[in-house]
């Protein structure tokens, strides 16, 4: 079936073949569902959000896949574990998740691949993006209001070979370990902050602190609460001692026990002088003691969700965030450099 387009007074008694949608100031929305049966008092709320014409069910006219169909068919295609797809008015299809706490993974390469296609839009939530039970995380559009059958059958083939595209997966990595640095602190001359910090970064994943040790600037002490973390972590986040100062050991203390040290220096403002290594399969965060300043955004909201998931940054991908990497919120928070 394909629409035929008459003016608003010939709709009259017809069904319509798509959602009729009002955008003011206020709203945005279908004001009429599609196979609404147009009633007299219509015409003049279609003319009034600016439908003087419109497009009405043709049983004689032509095959195609109608939008409502198409784009379900196409989600349930691309949605992966932890989600489930839901029909919205104006022809979209929402995948949403099932997954309360959970983290969306997106397989870029594959969306690339079905948009570049034409006809079909597919948007998602960003990856490593943290959601909720019934979030959206993704949502499928058709660009045309009917898609010709064969075209239609293409473009599932194609996303089936490229399938999951969007998917929802909990955390695996939850057990954490932390080392809170300075001599200050370890004397009880500062407050810890930063303990409180970190337990709020991870609390938002279900993560837990399973041994925390405060040290003071000692690179053997330093080295030996982090050995002991190490043994019952699955990620350990030591704080402070990061930079250039004569006493900051911490940054030299991850090196010594690491098996591989993917980077020292992140080029992320806040926190650029943090450190992703590796001892084995544990991962260990060094960070510094700015978190206490920048507590609401720090480098520890980039690096966790993937870690948590149990995946691996590459020195690459670290590198790349130089490109916008200084935040509105370090700015914010340096308002002295302005």
Same mark, same amino acid.
């Given at each position: 079936?394909?629409?035929?387009?008459?003016?608003a007074?010939?709709? *009259?008694?017809?069904? /319509?073949?798509?959602?009729?949608?009002? #955008?003011?100031k206020d709203?945005k %929305?279908?004001?009429f569902r599609?196979?609404?049966?147009?009633?007299t008092?219509?015409v003049?709320?279609?003319?009034r959000?600016?439908?003087?014409y419109?497009l009405?069910?043709?049983?004689?006219?032509?095959?195609?896949?109608?939008?409502?169909?198409?784009?379900?068919?196409?989600?349930?295609?691309?949605? %992966?574990s932890? !989600?489930?797809v839901?029909s919205a008015e104006e022809?979209?299809?929402l995948?949403r998740?099932?997954i309360?706490?959970?983290?969306?993974k997106v &397989?870029?390469?594959?969306?690339?691949i079905i &948009?570049?296609l034409?006809d079909?839009? *597919?948007t998602?939530?960003?990856s490593y !993006?943290?959601v909720?039970?019934?979030d959206i995380?993704g #949502?499928?559009?058709?660009?045309?209001?009917f898609?010709?059958?064969e075209k239609?059958e293409?473009v599932?083939?194609r996303?089936?070979i490229?399938a999951p595209?969007v998917?929802?997966k909990?955390?695996?990595?939850?057990?954490?370990g932390l080392?809170v640095? %300075?001599?200050e602190?370890?004397?009880? *001359?500062t407050?810890?902050?930063?303990t409180s910090?970190?337990k709020?970064?991870i609390? =938002?994943y279900g993560?837990e602190?399973v041994?925390?040790?405060?040290?003071?600037?000692?690179f053997?002490?330093i080295k030996?609460?982090l050995?002991?973390c190490i043994r019952?972590?699955d990620?350990?986040?030591a704080t402070g001692g990061?930079?250039v100062?004569?006493t900051d050991? !911490?940054?030299?203390?991850?090196?010594?026990?690491?098996t591989?040290?993917?980077?020292y220096?992140?080029?992320?403002k806040?926190? !650029?002088?943090? =450190? /992703?290594a590796?001892?084995?399969s544990?991962? *260990?965060i060094?960070i510094? %003691?700015?978190i206490?300043y920048f507590?609401e955004?720090?480098?520890?909201?980039? $690096?966790l969700?993937? $870690?948590?998931?149990?995946?691996?940054?590459t020195r690459?991908?670290?590198?790349?965030?130089?490109?916008?990497?200084?935040?509105?919120y370090?700015?914010s928070k340096?308002? &002295?450099?302005?």
């Amino acid at each position: 079936m394909t629409p035929r387009l008459v003016r608003a007074e010939e709709a *009259i008694g017809h069904r /319509l073949a798509h959602d009729i949608t009002m #955008i003011t100031k206020d709203f945005k %929305g279908a004001i009429f569902r599609r196979g609404h049966v147009v009633k007299t008092e219509d015409v003049e709320i279609l003319k009034r959000s600016g439908h003087y014409y419109v497009l009405i069910e043709d049983e004689s006219k032509g095959e195609g896949i109608h939008e409502d169909e198409a784009v379900t068919s196409l989600a349930r295609v691309i949605a %992966g574990s932890g !989600t489930y797809v839901v029909s919205a008015e104006e022809g979209k299809a929402l995948i949403r998740s099932s997954i309360e706490r959970g983290i969306v993974k997106v &397989n870029v390469k594959g969306l690339n691949i079905i &948009n570049s296609l034409g006809d079909f839009i *597919i948007t998602t939530r960003k990856s490593y !993006t943290l959601v909720n039970k019934d979030d959206i995380v993704g #949502i499928v559009d058709l660009i045309p209001l009917f898609i010709d059958s064969e075209k239609y059958e293409k473009v599932l083939e194609r996303a089936r070979i490229v399938a999951p595209i969007v998917e929802v997966k909990k955390p695996i990595k939850t057990k954490i370990g932390l080392v809170v640095t %300075g001599t200050e602190i370890y004397e009880g *001359i500062t407050k810890d902050e930063a303990t409180s910090v970190v337990k709020s970064k991870i609390k =938002m994943y279900g993560a837990e602190i399973v041994r925390r040790y405060v040290v003071p600037d000692d690179f053997n002490k330093i080295k030996k609460a982090l050995l002991s973390c190490i043994r019952v972590s699955d990620i350990v986040i030591a704080t402070g001692g990061m930079s250039v100062d004569p006493t900051d050991y !911490t940054h030299k203390a991850i090196a010594s026990v690491a098996t591989e040290v993917i980077i020292y220096g992140i080029p992320v403002k806040p926190s !650029t002088m943090s =450190m /992703l290594a590796y001892k084995g399969s544990k991962v *260990i965060i060094g960070i510094p %003691g700015s978190i206490v300043y920048f507590r609401e955004w720090n480098i520890l909201d980039i $690096l966790l969700p993937k $870690l948590l998931l149990g995946e691996k940054w590459t020195r690459n991908e670290l590198l790349e965030l130089a490109h916008g990497g200084i935040s509105d919120y370090f700015l914010s928070k340096k308002k &002295n450099w302005r």
